[in-house]
């Protein structure tokens, strides 16, 4: 007796869209329904210590799991909305499993090889995206933490890159590294300013 096969959705999200540093990074996963993840969320509503138990079981369970990035140069280079497409297309393109829909977090799809679906705060609702969520998040937030021990002074272990006060402060008295997106206001006119 043969059962239909479930339908392969991969969810996927996209983390670093506003910080001044570091890569924009994206996941896709398509979770397994006989391998149900407790706890879901939207990635930015769980503690650290959640999300980081959460991704060790994402990996342990989900069908595939996949990460993308775009780089910085990319980001100064096609702008950041396009570098997040690009970072979730790599994402997917990666999947061990060709998906038959992406379900993308937002109201923007990249060019995939499979159907897609924009759902704004897909994060909040659909699981596979929550997954991808925590996934992408937890994967640059270790990335910023070894960056900062490249690039000390700057506290990115602490912000991540966001632009807070501690990071243009910190900017001001260090300047530019080479991981900084040269696009993004605060750095361009602090550059303009040596001039």
Not at 9 to 16: L, N, P, Q, R, Y
Not at 96 to 125: E, R, Y
Not at 156 to 167: D, L, M, N, S, V
Request: with cysteine; glycine share 6%.
């Amino acid at each position: 007796m043969t059962f239909p096969k479930p339908l392969l959705i991969a969810g996927v999200d996209e983390v670093g869209r506003g910080p001044l540093a570091g890569p924009v990074i994206a996941a896709a996963v398509i979770l397994d329904d006989t391998h149900p993840i407790a706890g879901l969320a939207d990635s930015k509503t769980l503690s650290e210590k959640r999300r980081d138990v959460l991704a060790t079981q994402i990996r342990q369970y989900a069908l595939t799991f996949a990460i993308g990035r775009a780089e910085v140069e990319e980001i100064d280079q096609i702008n950041i909305l396009q570098a997040s497409l690009l970072a979730m297309q790599r994402a997917v393109v990666q999947l061990s499993v060709v998906p038959k829909l992406a379900l993308i977090d937002g109201k923007h799809c990249p060019l995939l090889p499979c159907p897609t679906q924009a759902i704004i705060k897909g994060d909040q609702t659909v699981p596979a995206i929550s997954a991808a969520s925590i996934l992408a998040k937890v994967t640059r937030d270790q990335e910023m933490c070894e960056l900062d021990k490249l690039y000390p002074g700057y506290g990115f272990a602490i912000h991540k890159g966001y632009p807070t006060r501690a990071h243009q402060q910190a900017l001001q008295r260090l300047g530019v590294s080479p991981i900084h997106r040269r696009s993004f206001a605060p750095v361009r006119i602090y550059l303009e300013s040596m001039f």
